[in-house]
């Protein structure tokens, strides 16, 4: 009995920790919803026709990205593309001059995937 107690709190305390963080998102969703597409949201903030409000929409996206783990490609990579992306995120959302440029670059698609993206 006290095993069976001990497992369903654990279940309760994931669950509930899993439900806290509302930013949390898998890396497919991110894409989808975020990078995918001539008209994203990535697109947009990337060439200077987003919001503010897109630009921080983006950079709830992106922040997701280094606590999930890539199909392929080794972790240290995975931290410094992602924190690149955030940090040319931030710098758009912040007004940065030339932080379009950077935010273009950091969300190379091509380069990512190809050490990433697996099959
Ligand atoms: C920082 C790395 C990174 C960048 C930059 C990036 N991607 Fe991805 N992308 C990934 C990874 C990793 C996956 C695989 C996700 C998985 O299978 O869980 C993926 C998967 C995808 C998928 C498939 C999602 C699905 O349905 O499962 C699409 C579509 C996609 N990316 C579009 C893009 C586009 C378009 C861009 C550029 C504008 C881009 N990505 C930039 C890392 C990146």
Same mark, same amino acid.
């Given at each position: 009995?006290?095993?069976? $107690? /001990?497992?369903?709190? +654990? /279940? $309760?305390?994931?669950?509930?920790?899993?439900?806290?963080?509302? /930013?949390?998102?898998?890396?497919?969703?991110?894409?989808?919803?975020?990078?995918?597409?001539?008209?994203? +949201?990535?697109?947009?903030?990337?060439?200077?026709?987003? /919001?503010?409000?897109? #630009?921080?929409?983006? +950079?709830?996206?992106?922040?997701?990205?280094? #606590?999930?783990? *890539? *199909?392929?490609?080794?972790?240290?990579?995975?931290?410094?593309?992602?924190?690149?992306?955030?940090?040319?995120?931030?710098? $758009?959302?912040?007004?940065? *001059?030339?932080?379009?440029? +950077?935010?273009?670059? #950091?969300?190379?698609?091509?380069?990512?995937?190809?050490?990433?993206?697996?099959?």
């Amino acid at each position: 009995m006290k095993k069976i $107690v /001990t497992l369903l709190t +654990l /279940t $309760v305390t994931c669950v509930g920790l899993y439900a806290a963080d509302a /930013t949390k998102r898998e890396i497919d969703v991110v894409m989808k919803e975020a990078m995918k597409g001539d008209t994203s +949201l990535h697109k947009k903030v990337a060439t200077g026709k987003g /919001t503010p409000e897109d #630009a921080a929409k983006l +950079l709830d996206y992106v922040k997701s990205l280094p #606590a999930e783990s *890539p *199909p392929e490609g080794d972790a240290a990579s995975w931290k410094s593309k992602t924190a690149k992306l955030i940090e040319a995120a931030q710098a $758009v959302a912040d007004g940065k *001059p030339g932080a379009t440029q +950077l935010l273009q670059t #950091a969300g190379n698609c091509k380069a990512c995937h190809s050490e990433h993206k697996g099959k």
